[in-house]
């Protein structure tokens, strides 16, 4: 079993910053991808950041500038620095990823997986 659990949210104002963080437990052998995106209510799921494995990051339109993605290979985490944060920021953040966890020794079964989610709400 693979299991994420994000945490850093929170109340902020306007132009204010946050840093949110997501940890990866298991036997993981692999991570291929690690992935944040958001959800605010009565809305899809956009994509915010995303990271691969040589560490290129892209990221959505509507953050690119202002939230920078980061991942810590040693501690299976990946980090959203959110700066010049604006209302419409506001929603539940997502990490998701992707990747081989070590099922039982000889073996790797591949994994998407997704975390509960962290509220980031901006307001003055």
């Known amino acids: 079993q693979v299991t994420l659990v994000e945490s850093g949210g929170g109340l902020v104002q306007p132009g204010g910053s946050l840093t949110l963080s997501c940890v990866v437990s298991?036997?993981?052998?692999?991570?291929?991808?690690m992935t944040w995106y958001r959800r605010a209510p009565g809305k899809q799921r956009d994509l915010v950041a995303r990271?691969?494995?040589?560490?290129?990051?892209t990221y959505g339109d509507s953050v690119h500038g202002r939230f920078t993605i980061s991942s810590d290979d040693a501690k299976n985490t990946v980090y959203l620095q959110m700066n010049s944060l604006r209302p419409e920021d506001t929603a539940v953040y997502y990490c998701?990823?992707?990747?081989?966890?070590?099922?039982?020794?000889?073996?790797?079964?591949?994994?998407?997986?997704w975390g509960q989610g962290t509220q980031v709400t901006v307001s003055s």
């Open positions: 298991g036997d993981i052998h692999r991570i291929n991808r």
């Open positions: 998701n990823v992707v990747g081989w966890y070590r099922s039982r020794p000889g073996y790797a079964t591949n994994f998407d997986s």
């Open positions: 990271i691969d494995e040589d560490g290129s990051p």
